[in-house]
């Protein structure tokens, strides 16, 4: 069953919100992770904030088309007509590996963020969750049933992996937690992951369901994109996002719809005796190394062999969570762009102990299907 029909119906007080921010021409404020409304002072406000040498007047024109920066702040604010429904996505590029910013997604708390690549740019942000949390997301999940999981570990997308194999890609059990109103630690997170990746709250809201896997020692998940790959094959870019569809089948995926995760956020709940490392084989390298290794190490995305060499390797470790883009963002429409190969990661094997994570994946739309709607947001 398609996970989208389990989800709880939206309040009236909720459902008239949505109207609201969908209707008025709200923009989305990056710096201060609000929503303003163009015309007015708040607004002013926020962009004297953002935009401190007056690049812009207030209806977020250009006002130097030669200064770059000033060209990219107006692509970032204009939201034309057609794109008024959902607001700009957000990337942000580090300048470096090992950077370090402090970001505030906790009032009165500072955490600090680490680069770990550039392409696709990966951070790290250790105590994200607190012990609290992460023992509730892991009763949740046993609560609700723990099932094998699929071979590209998407519920909306391919099984293709036979299990029946003495080695599948992946090994680990998994459930989903819809994200439910009431859930007040869940929806605390999703406040926190909005503040995290600078992305608006709406669009979370609307993203699928949170994945919580568990892999024992021996468990792994080989090398994969979580999102669909178009780079492969640029007509799948005119499907749909299957969040956009009611395509039933794990099978529809690359003719009815294609997966868009925008940016994937990886919780970390328990520590792992020993193992059990996300790691990213293709991250900053430049395509001629890819092919390179494409054809001299083909079973690269095999993280049970290839764990460590120059990938980008992060630890398991209990309250840290990751995150990074799958795609890069669209220069002309602000919206999901390009699928960014590099993003490529994987579990390495669980040597002792159990490793358990949780994937929260924020969904957005594509310019061309901008106009219909998630799934989820019903
Ligand atoms: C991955 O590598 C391991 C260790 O060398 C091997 O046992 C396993 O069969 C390989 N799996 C695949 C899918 O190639």
Known sequence: MFVGSQRHPLSIAKMLMVIFLTTCGLVWSHQVNQYCERDSDHCSELLRLEDPHGYLDKHFKCKYPEVAECQQMAAFYDTGPEYQRY????????????????????????????????????????????????????????????????????????????????????????TLLYINENDKVVNS???????????????????????????????????????????????????PCCHQT??????????????????????????????????????????????????????????????????????????????WYNHEKDADTGLIGASIPHSLHGGCDVKKGTKWVANIWINVLPYNHWDKPSVFNV
């Open 87 to 174: 607001e700009h996505v957000t990337y942000f590029e580090p300048d470096d590996v090992d950077e370090e910013s402090d970001i505030i997604v906790v009032p009165g708390k500072t955490h600090t963020m680490i680069s770990k690549a550039i392409y696709p740019p990966i951070y790290e942000v250790e105590d994200f969750l607190t012990d609290e949390e992460c023992d509730y997301i892991i009763e949740r999940a046993k609560a609700s049933g723990m099932t094998q999981s699929g071979g590209l570990g998407v519920n909306i997308n391919v099984e293709s992996q036979s299990k029946t194999s003495e080695d599948v890609s992946r090994i680990s059990q998994q």
């Open 246 to 323: 009611q395509c039933q089948s794990d099978l529809d995926v690359g003719s009815c719809c294609r997966v868009c995760r925008y940016i994937t956020v990886l919780l970390y709940l328990n520590d792992v005796d020993e193992g059990g490392e996300t790691a990213f084989p293709l991250a900053d390298f430049p395509d001629k190394y890819i092919q390179e290794i494409a054809t001299e190490t083909p079973d690269f995305t095999n993280l049970s062999k290839h764990c460590g060499g120059d990938s980008v390797i992060v630890k398991p470790k209990k309250r840290k969570a990751i995150w």
């Open 189 to 239: 997170i999703l406040d926190r992951v909005s503040k995290l990746t600078r992305m608006p709250r709406k669009y979370i809201q609307e993203s699928e369901a949170i994945q919580v896997v568990s892999y024992e020692a021996g468990g792994h998940y080989h090398g994969h994109m979580d999102t669909t790959d178009t780079d492969l094959d640029e007509d799948l870019e005119e499907l």
